[in-house]
């Protein structure tokens, strides 16, 4: 019966010998902030190369550190370990998956790209642990943007194994200051 009903209508428009318009109405534009797309990636990779720096050989940062290898990869870093930088690369763009991931669970505000980014850069550096209980994402999900921006800086140190004291790493306050300033663009 339906495909009857259809080969009638196309023998009626043969007959008529003009296009009939098809409108098909658009649906109106959904608002979604960019912290909770999943196609939200990373893109200033550049970025967190440049802090991170290449290295091919697993070694110490800094004397209170972790090991860590390629662009700051720590899970599996070990000492005495030596890869390739195609390897460096895969292990980075897995690093970001979590990093992703964590601003997608915790980050409840509309972000732009730069916000997206200097979040990620700050994040797989201090972890998300620090990150998730840190006063920088209290206050860009109160809608705090600015105080946010501003908590960057505060993450400019590292504990000293010997002395128990928190040093201020000056790496750490340029990185910071450049986040920060990433973040407000």
């Known amino acids: 019966m339906l495909k009857a009903i259809i080969q009638f209508i196309l023998s009626l428009l043969k007959a008529m010998k003009k296009p009939v318009p098809v409108v098909v109405p658009k649906a109106p534009p959904v608002a979604i902030p960019v912290a909770t797309k999943n196609a939200t990636k990373l893109h200033n990779l550049d970025f967190i190369k440049k802090h991170e720096a290449l290295r091919l050989q697993a070694y110490l940062p800094t004397k209170n550190d972790r090991w860590t290898i390629g662009w700051g990869h720590t899970k599996t870093a070990q000492k005495n370990m030596i890869i390739t930088e195609t390897r460096a690369e895969e292990l980075l763009r897995s690093d970001l998956r979590w990093v992703e991931e964590g601003i997608r669970d915790t980050v409840k505000v509309p972000l732009n790209q730069n916000q997206y980014d200097a979040l990620g850069s700050l994040i797989f550096n201090i972890g998300m642990g620090n990150f ?54």
């Open 132 to 185: 998730s209980r840190s006063t920088l994402l209290k206050k860009l999900n109160a809608g705090d943007y600015k105080g946010a921006a501003d908590q960057f800086l505060v993450w400019n140190k590292q504990k000293n194994k010997t002395t128990g004291q928190m040093d201020v790493l000056k790496g750490l306050v340029t990185r910071r200051k450049q986040e920060r300033e990433m973040f407000l663009k």
